[in-house]
């Protein structure tokens, strides 16, 4: 059982620990509202993550086939909605105040991370690629335990760094990092929509 949750700790970190829109979204997210914010929206990514390995380790290649129909209409919708919020954020980059995410923050970053094909597709893989640990139901636990806490601890590390530049940053810094990470979320939308 240590083994499946060591393979789940590495699973978690290389899900995670590229960068892509979700990554830039918490850390705006740090240095816009602050560390409570982040950690907030890094948890609903953590939680995603958590949700998917489950499903993945319960029921592997079922789940492949449910999922595979519906992963176009996912792709879409995840684009459109980052590409939203790419969009606002360089349209208000002017205006500094009001570049928050509004809302329930965890609950947008936990639907984001859901709707981000690639995280479905990545736990699936592996539970059909594991099967020593899928037909365990221990080594089920530990491997989902490590994946989330993996997940959970780098999403909460990107918040710590974003949030350490809150309120330090410059108007005029803030207003191109607004620009910067709104084309890297636009970019990566595209990426997503195109399936590449």
């Not at 979204?25 to 953590?46: E, P």
């Not at 923050?105 to 640990?133: D, H, K």
């Amino acid at each position: 059982m240590p083994d499946a949750f060591l393979i789940g700790v590495a699973a978690g970190y290389a899900i995670a620990i590229p960068v892509g829109p979700i990554a830039i979204l918490i850390l705006r997210t740090g240095v816009h509202q602050g560390l409570r914010a982040a950690a907030t929206a890094g948890a609903g990514t953590a939680t995603a993550d958590l949700v998917y390995a489950t499903v993945a380790m319960l029921f592997g290649a079922a789940a492949s086939g449910i999922v595979q129909p519906i992963l176009p209409i996912t792709r879409i919708a995840a684009a459109l909605v980052l590409a939203v919020i790419a969009v606002r954020g360089v349209l208000q980059a002017a205006r500094v105040a009001e570049r928050e995410i509004r809302g329930p923050i965890y609950l947008i970053f936990l639907t984001l991370t859901l709707l981000n094909p690639p995280t479905v597709i990545y736990f699936v893989s592996l539970a059909v690629a594991l099967p020593e640990i899928a037909a365990d139901l221990g080594a089920r636990a530990a491997f989902v335990a490590g994946a989330f806490l993996a997940s959970l601890s780098w999403q909460e590390l990107l918040a710590l760094t974003s949030a350490l530049l809150h309120g330090r940053l410059t108007p005029r810094l803030q207003r191109l990092t607004a620009v910067v990470s709104g084309v890297i979320i636009l970019a990566l939308a595209a990426r997503i929509a195109l399936g590449s």
